[in-house]
Nanobody, 124 residues
Framework: VQLQASGGGLVQAGGSLRLSCAAS????????RGWFRQAPGKEREGVSC????????YYSNSVKGRFTISRDNAKDTLYLQMNNLKPEDTAVYYC??????????????????WGKGTQVTVSS
């Protein structure tokens, strides 16, 4: 059972990236899925989460209006479209399986399974 994030890279401020997270070994249709990030010297923080029940989405204030989370259950893949990137978005981004009832909190406490991270670097 694993989650594998991809799509990170180096981009200039104002640019865009699309992260993907493929699941294997298990079907996560009944679980919420989320994106978290960790910048150097900082704690890991929640970025966005999407519920399994009705597709509700949640975003941290720092990315609201710029990032869009989505999921394709047929492919068991999670996405994060990141637009208008800023240098402060630089971090390792992790996808995760999240307890359904804790999706809206964007709290790492709700994570059931972590994926491997992908580095996003935004230059000014």
């Amino acid at each position: 059972v694993q989650l594998q994030a991809s799509g990170g890279g180096l981009v200039q401020a104002g640019g865009s990236l699309r992260l993907s997270c493929a699941a294997s070994g298990f079907t996560f249709d009944d679980y919420a899925r989320g994106w978290f990030r960790q910048a150097p010297g900082k704690e890991r923080e929640g970025v966005s989460c999407i519920s399994s029940s009705d597709g509700s989405t949640y975003y941290s204030n720092s990315v609201k209006g710029r990032f869009t989370i989505s999921r394709d259950n047929a492919k068991d893949t999670l996405y994060l479209q990141m637009n208008n990137l800023k240098p402060e978005d630089t971090a390792v981004y992790y996808c995760a399986v999240v307890q359904a009832g804790l999706c809206s909190t964007l709290d790492t406490y709700g994570v059931e399974l972590w994926g491997k991270g992908t580095q996003v670097t935004v230059s000014s």
